[in-house]
């Protein structure tokens, strides 16, 4: 179990002091607000996940905020007097964290008089990254049947290869953001005294069957570069 600091958040609030506690009002006031923040959970703003909770006549310090199980725990205790007369008002939340945002990296906000605010970043989703492909020398590309890989280009999956014979492999950028890979090459030199460029684009749709994840790209010596990956478990049923 961890426990969690509650920042402040300072701004103007009423001046006049919150209307004297009761244990009826109290139980009105909870359920009220739970019922009002049920349509807002979970909240996605800006890459976060936010759970505003109202506590009524509690000090921030008299409320503790740990993150147990999956679960954002608050525990509101206010106690005054003695064991023979006094008072003593309690109050737990139990708030599940959602699926999706890194319960590691929970924090708490005191927002107002009596809200609190329970945030947390939103795990980063794979597919939303992209990311560069080392390009593999190979003696030769095969058509991947015998190593169980199938090549992967334009809208003709697992026929053919791209002839990139005219850029050295460090003119070659193969990337992928989820199941779409992007191949580009760029190079410029001179020749007789005049300069001469030449550039490469291609996109391609990985398509259904093909384990995109798993995608890799290899270069021939005759400059040939094919991107391959092999098929989903579930394709070879």
């Known amino acids: 179990m ?3 600091p509650i920042y402040y958040d300072y701004r103007p609030v009423s001046p006049f002091y919150p209307t004297a ?3 009826l009002r ?3 006031s909870y359920m009220l607000n739970d019922e009002l923040m049920s349509s807002r959970r979970p909240v996605n703003v800006s890459g976060k996940w936010s759970h505003a909770i109202q506590l009524e006549n509690f000090k921030p310090e008299e409320v503790k905020v740990t993150v147990d199980d999956g679960c954002v725990r608050i525990h509101a205790h206010h106690a005054v007097g003695n064991d023979e007369n006094g008072e ?3 109050v ?3 708030v599940k964290i959602p699926e999706g945002v890194d319960g590691s990296k929970v924090n708490c906000r005191f927002v107002n008089d009596n809200t609190y605010l329970v945030e947390a970043p939103l795990l980063r989703n794979e597919d939303d990254v992209e990311t560069e492909l080392k390009i593999e020398s190979v003696p030769a590309i095969t058509d991947g049947k015998k190593e169980d890989m199938q090549l992967v280009e334009s809208s003709k999956p697992f026929e053919t290869k791209l002839d990139l014979s005219v850029f050295e492999p460090d003119h070659i950028t193969v990337k992928r953001r989820g199941n779409v ?4 090459a760029d190079h410029s030199r001179e020749e007789g005294g005049v300069k001469v460029s030449r550039s490469f684009r291609r996109e391609f749709t990985v398509p259904q069957g093909v384990d995109y994840k798993n995608i890799k790209c290899v270069r021939d010596p005759k ?3 094919a991107i391959m990956a092999p098929k989903t478990p579930e394709s070879k049923k």
């Not at 890979?181 to 580009?184: I, K, M, R, T």
């Open 223 to 225: 400059g040939h570069v």
């Open 2 to 4: 961890a426990l969690i």
């Open 21 to 23: 506690a009761t244990p």
């Open 88 to 90: 003593v008002r309690e």
């Open 26 to 28: 109290d139980m009105l």
């Open 181 to 184: 890979v992007s191949v580009s």
């Open 92 to 94: 737990k939340r139990c």
